[in-house]
């Protein structure tokens, strides 16, 4: 890896500073405790029983033998707890006709997905739980599954009969009825140039190192839950609100949590049933699941058909764009399933000025493990969806694709800019960016390389790929998230005590993850304070330590968390300042703050003034207080920010592509992001390597695959391809900075950049290489078979000389799917098969 830029290493600033990670001492050594490494006197061990078919009646249960097994406490069915499970909750209604079925923490009398819970066993031992769930005998009465997304959205199958159809919910956004721009309809029908694609976002499975693992413990004055969860405070909420107990009851702690990426942004069957369980036995209850579980039943992310109409001028000036999505919910809805589509709704216009825009959107119901937010949650649809199109405007113009892009594009100078769908931009650079990432890349010999190849019909040939993104990040605004009707606020909570050694205690709603909370905060408040950053202490994840918060999703900790850290933290200076001035005898409005200070303005650079420190400790003492100062130095503060942030960047990727074998070789990658100011860049690297491999991974390696009986085939690591170090090669990296107006810090968010920026830069390149066989799409992951089948089916046309005469339209409603009868691949493989060198 590399990275490019000249990173400020000295002088007393922590914000921008390379700081190692305060939690990699325990986290690298693994001297932590995970949720499954929680041992309670007399704890029990739960195993579920999981459906083993897609949709089926279940028309008995027989857990005698499981019951009377070894070690066996409790066995209980949906049909024992009924009453007590409530149903897991959906907290984002989009319409207000939106169907959903009671989901169940275990199936009552149907199931409706291969791997929902249908009995738990409670043993003294995990091992004696495991064996007595293989105990229990269901039968089943198969009923016909709704498994592919186009036909269950014709209703030919219902996943739920019992609702008449598979269609939960249609969203619409029109800008000419919103009154964000005109009809896009008479763009298409006035249109020089109108380009439609249909694209394919295959489900993918979250993956996250850390299986889920939850363990309840009933004191007997309340119920205390450590779950690997993303959102503690949701989570209680919800427990409270689906459970009926007593919210002030429940205490739900997050431990060090082993990544998410979204997967762990739920309320889980199995957090209710473990609760269940715990509730019925009066036992502390443990479940953990084995990773063959998580593939099966953890939510899966993604899963869309994506058309999009793009009308254009002959010139290339885009004058609209329609985008008609369907939306695989899977059998439930998840905590915000039916969101996902519409965050990507605001960002198909992505970096692109263009006067009209129609989006609808039909979420439909399969029998399948349900979805919900995954790494990024719609925008990278969004983004893949548009960077794919505007390649193929440009090749329908002839013209390059870097060059239609920078045509189309918001110029600097029109910050703040509003979109056309209402959202305002308030900073951004795309051309410092673009021009960036060339110089990196080495654009201009990098297209001429691939000529130079294709002219000598090299075995292995050249493809550019260009990706140039911005997204809506900071989750926040909780006006707009009301407008949407999402069931909850956007704000963030921090406080910051002063303890009477000096030390400081910083106490955040934002639940980390792996994303390096406790060394940014500390940071932020060291410069704020201006205290060592050694003397910060970060505390998080324990909804009894830090009562309020809406947790971690959407690269939002920082945007709005950060605020309210620095928040919390001018108000403790300001609470500080009457007692710095009674003990300086000085006036309230004569004193100054600087470096952890007080000083009296004029009074000379040889002053004394007084620390924070000194004053904690007086507080503490409380022997001498201004009349009427309480004896504190702590101050809590909730931030609500008034605009999401827009990070932004443009992301280069050449291929190389056998000809002969369909293998794929990334040859480099370059990618400049803005992502406005920078608190940790080491932290902020290790962000984008990542977010660059998963999105990579999408684009060449992962899929969830189901068979025609609704049972997932992909169901472990030998299936579901993962990449190892190995597989990737060396980014090259840098910046470009317009800082964000939406909070001091100026930070716009990057947990989730890298990720929706790199899935169409790689399939851009992939088909940028081939397109002179004739090669019009490559639904992902682009396999090696996939690219030689494409390769096979395009080469009965002769090779051009150029990519502008490769394609042509796709027919109405004809999908880029696999063509039926595809020619065998020569490695004879699996749509699983490798990846790239």
Same mark, same amino acid.
């Given at each position: 890896?590399?990275?490019?830029?000249?990173?400020?290493?000295?002088?007393?600033?922590?914000?921008?500073?390379?700081?190692?990670?305060?939690?990699?001492?325990?986290?690298?050594?693994?001297?932590?405790?995970?949720?499954?490494?929680?041992?309670?006197?007399?704890?029990?061990?739960?195993?579920?029983?999981?459906?083993?078919?897609?949709?089926?009646?279940?028309?008995?249960?027989?857990?005698?033998?499981?019951?009377?097994?070894?070690?066996?406490?409790?066995?209980?069915?949906?049909?024992?707890?009924?009453?007590?499970?409530?149903?897991?909750?959906?907290?984002?209604?989009?319409?207000?006709?939106?169907?959903?079925?009671?989901?169940? =923490?275990?199936? @009552?009398?149907?199931? +409706?997905?291969? /791997?929902?819970?249908?009995? $738990?066993?409670? !043993?003294?031992?995990? %091992?004696?739980?495991?064996?007595?769930?293989?105990?229990?005998?269901?039968?089943?009465?198969?009923?016909?599954?709704?498994?592919?997304?186009?036909?269950?959205?014709?209703?030919?199958?219902?996943?739920?009969?019992?609702?008449?159809?598979?269609?939960? =919910?249609?969203? @619409?956004?029109?800008? +000419?009825?919103? /009154?964000?721009?005109?009809? $896009?309809?008479? !763009?298409?029908?006035? %249109?020089?140039?109108?380009?439609?694609?249909?694209?394919?976002?295959?489900?993918?499975?979250?993956?996250?190192?850390?299986?889920?693992?939850?363990?309840?413990?009933?004191?007997?004055?309340?119920?205390?839950?450590?779950?690997?969860?993303?959102?503690?405070?949701?989570?209680?909420?919800?427990? +409270?609100?689906?459970?009926?107990?007593?919210?002030?009851?429940?205490?739900?702690?997050?431990?060090?949590?082993?990544?998410?990426?979204?997967?762990?942004?739920?309320?889980?069957?199995?957090?209710?049933?473990?609760?269940?369980?715990?509730?019925?036995?009066?036992?502390?209850?443990?479940?953990?699941?084995?990773?063959?579980?998580?593939?099966?039943?953890?939510?899966?992310?993604?899963?869309?058909?994506?058309?999009?109409?793009?009308?254009?001028?002959?010139?290339?000036?885009?004058?609209?764009?329609?985008?008609?999505?369907?939306?695989?919910?899977?059998?439930?809805?998840?905590?915000?399933?039916?969101?996902?589509?519409?965050?990507?709704?605001?960002?198909?216009?992505?970096?692109?000025?263009?006067?009209?825009?129609?989006?609808?959107?039909?979420?439909?119901?399969?029998?399948?493990?349900?979805?919900?937010?995954?790494?990024?949650?719609?925008?990278?649809?969004?983004?893949?969806?548009?960077?794919?199109?505007?390649?193929?405007?440009?090749?329908?113009?002839?013209?390059?694709?870097?060059?239609?892009?920078?045509?189309?594009?918001?110029?600097?100078?029109?910050?703040?800019?509003?979109?056309?769908?209402?959202?305002?931009?308030?900073?951004?650079?795309?051309?410092?960016?673009?021009?960036?990432?060339?110089?990196?890349?080495?654009?201009?010999?990098?297209?001429?390389?691939?000529?130079?190849?294709?002219?000598?019909?090299?075995?292995?040939?050249?493809?550019?790929?260009?990706?140039?993104?911005?997204?809506?990040?900071?989750?926040?605004?909780?006006?707009?998230?009301?407008?949407?009707?999402?069931?909850?606020?956007?704000?963030?909570?921090?406080?910051?005590?002063?303890?009477?050694?000096?030390?400081?205690?910083?106490?955040?709603?934002?639940?980390?993850?792996?994303?390096?909370?406790?060394?940014?905060?500390?940071?932020?408040?060291?410069?704020?304070?201006?205290?060592?950053?050694?003397?910060?202490?970060?505390?998080?994840?324990?909804?009894?330590?830090?009562?309020?918060?809406?947790?971690?999703?959407?690269?939002?900790?920082?945007?709005?968390?950060?605020?309210?850290?620095?928040?919390?933290?001018?108000?403790?200076?300001?609470?500080?300042?009457?007692?710095?001035?009674?003990?300086?005898?000085?006036?309230?409005?004569?004193?100054?703050?600087?470096?952890?200070?007080?000083?009296?303005?004029?009074?000379?650079?040889?002053?004394?003034?007084?620390?924070?420190?000194?004053?904690?400790?007086?507080?503490?003492?409380?022997?001498?207080?201004?009349?009427?100062?309480?004896?504190?130095?702590?101050?809590?503060?909730?931030?609500?920010?008034?605009?999401?942030?827009?990070?932004?960047?443009?992301?280069?990727?050449?291929?190389?592509?056998?000809?002969?074998?369909?293998?794929?070789?990334?040859?480099?990658?370059?990618?400049?992001?803005?992502?406005?100011?920078?608190?940790?860049?080491?932290?902020?690297?290790?962000?984008?390597?990542?977010?660059?491999?998963?999105?990579?991974?999408?684009?060449?390696?992962?899929?969830?695959?189901?068979?025609?009986?609704?049972?997932?085939?992909?169901?472990?690591?030998?299936?579901?391809?993962?990449?190892?170090?190995?597989?990737?090669?060396?980014?090259?990296?840098?910046?470009?900075?317009?800082?964000?107006?939406?909070?001091?810090?100026?930070?716009?968010?990057?947990?989730?950049?890298?990720?929706?920026?790199?899935?169409?830069?790689?399939?851009?390149?992939?088909?940028?290489?081939?397109?002179?066989?004739?090669?019009?799409?490559?639904?992902?992951?682009?396999?090696?078979?996939?690219?030689?089948?494409?390769?096979?089916?395009?080469?009965?046309?002769?090779?051009?000389?150029?990519?502008?005469?490769?394609?042509?339209?796709?027919?109405?409603?004809?999908?880029?799917?696999?063509?039926?009868?595809?020619?065998?691949?020569?490695?004879?493989?699996?749509?699983?098969?490798?990846?790239?060198?």
């Amino acid at each position: 890896m590399t990275a490019v830029d000249d990173r400020p290493q000295t002088g007393t600033q922590e914000v921008g500073r390379d700081r190692r990670r305060k939690e990699d001492q325990r986290l690298i050594t693994g001297r932590t405790r995970w949720t499954d490494n929680l041992v309670l006197p007399g704890m029990l061990h739960l195993a579920m029983v999981r459906s083993p078919v897609a949709h089926a009646r279940i028309t008995g249960i027989d857990a005698t033998a499981a019951r009377q097994a070894p070690g066996v406490i409790a066995v209980l069915t949906g049909e024992d707890v009924k009453d007590l499970q409530g149903s897991l909750p959906c907290a984002w209604p989009i319409t207000e006709d939106q169907k959903a079925p009671p989901h169940p =923490a275990i199936a @009552v009398d149907r199931v +409706a997905f291969s /791997g929902e819970v249908v009995a $738990v066993v409670a !043993a003294r031992s995990s %091992a004696a739980a495991r064996d007595a769930a293989e105990l229990v005998d269901v039968d089943y009465e198969d009923l016909p599954a709704a498994l592919d997304l186009r036909a269950a959205a014709q209703d030919e199958t219902l996943a739920h009969p019992d609702l008449g159809t598979n269609r939960s =919910a249609t969203w @619409v956004f029109d800008s +000419a009825e919103a /009154g964000t721009g005109s009809s $896009v309809d008479d !763009a298409i029908a006035e %249109a020089d140039v109108v380009v439609e694609r249909e694209f394919r976002q295959q489900r993918l499975i979250p993956a996250f190192m850390e299986p889920r693992s939850t363990v309840v413990d009933p004191t007997g004055e309340q119920f205390v839950m450590w779950s690997a969860t993303q959102v503690p405070h949701i989570l209680r909420l919800m427990l +409270a609100m689906t459970l009926g107990v007593d919210e002030g009851k429940v205490r739900v702690i997050a431990p060090d949590v082993g990544g998410g990426f979204g997967g762990k942004l739920q309320v889980t069957p199995e957090e209710i049933i473990t609760f269940l369980v715990a509730r019925h036995t009066g036992k502390p209850c443990k479940w953990t699941e084995t990773r063959s579980e998580s593939l099966l039943s953890a939510h899966h992310g993604r899963d869309q058909w994506q058309k999009l109409t793009l009308a254009a001028k002959a010139d290339g000036t885009v004058t609209g764009l329609k985008v008609e999505l369907l939306a695989d919910m899977g059998a439930y809805l998840g905590l915000v399933t039916p969101g996902v589509p519409i965050l990507g709704a605001f960002m198909y216009n992505s970096i692109y000025k263009f006067p009209a825009y129609h989006f609808s959107c039909t979420n439909v119901f399969t029998n399948k493990t349900w979805t919900d937010a995954y790494r990024g949650a719609g925008r990278p649809e969004a983004t893949f969806a548009i960077e794919r199109i505007m390649d193929e405007l440009a090749l329908e113009l002839g013209r390059d694709p870097m060059e239609v892009r920078e045509q189309n594009w918001i110029t600097h100078e029109e910050f703040p800019f509003t979109t056309v769908c209402g959202l305002e931009y308030d900073s951004g650079n795309y051309e410092a960016a673009t021009e960036r990432a060339k110089e990196l890349f080495g654009y201009d010999e990098l297209r001429a390389e691939q000529q130079r190849r294709r002219e000598s019909g090299d075995r292995v040939q050249l493809g550019l790929g260009i990706s140039t993104f911005t997204e809506m990040c900071g989750l926040a605004p909780s006006r707009v998230l009301g407008s949407l009707n999402y069931g909850a606020g956007g704000w963030e909570h921090a406080s910051v005590r002063m303890l009477p050694t000096g030390k400081v205690e910083v106490i955040t709603g934002s639940s980390a993850h792996g994303q390096g909370h406790e060394t940014a905060w500390s940071q932020i408040v060291a410069d704020q304070l201006g205290v060592p950053f050694e003397d910060v202490e970060v505390l998080h994840g324990d909804t009894q330590i830090s009562h309020k918060g809406l947790d971690t999703y959407g690269s939002r900790s920082l945007v709005v968390g950060g605020q309210a850290v620095i928040n919390a933290a001018k108000k403790v200076i300001e609470k500080a300042k009457p007692l710095a001035a009674y003990q300086l005898e000085a006036n309230v409005d004569d004193l100054e703050f600087s470096d952890g200070k007080f000083t009296v303005k004029g009074a000379g650079a040889d002053q004394e003034g007084i620390g924070l420190a000194g004053l904690a400790l007086a507080v503490f003492t409380a022997h001498d207080l201004p009349e009427g100062m309480e004896p504190s130095l702590d101050a809590d503060a909730t931030f609500d920010p008034v605009n999401f942030s827009f990070p932004h960047g443009t992301h280069l990727c050449a291929m190389e592509i056998d000809t002969e074998t369909g293998a794929s070789t990334m040859r480099s990658y370059v990618c400049v992001d803005d992502i406005g100011n920078v608190v940790n860049p080491l932290i902020v690297e290790g962000q984008v390597h990542g977010g660059l491999v998963q999105g990579i991974s999408q684009a060449l390696w992962e899929e969830a695959v189901y068979d025609d009986q609704g049972t997932l085939v992909s169901g472990s690591f030998v299936d579901y391809t993962l990449p190892t170090t190995a597989d990737t090669i060396t980014f090259v990296t840098d910046r470009t900075t317009s800082p964000a107006t939406s909070n001091d810090l100026g930070v716009k968010g990057v947990g989730e950049a890298g990720c929706i920026a790199s899935t169409p830069a790689v399939v851009n390149a992939v088909l940028d290489a081939i397109r002179q066989f004739g090669v019009e799409d490559i639904v992902m992951p682009c396999t090696p078979e996939r690219v030689w089948r494409a390769i096979q089916d395009g080469t009965a046309g002769a090779m051009s000389e150029t990519a502008g005469a490769a394609a042509g339209h796709f027919a109405e409603g004809e999908p880029n799917q696999d063509p039926p009868g595809a020619a065998a691949s020569p490695v004879g493989g699996t749509t699983q098969e490798g990846g790239q060198a």
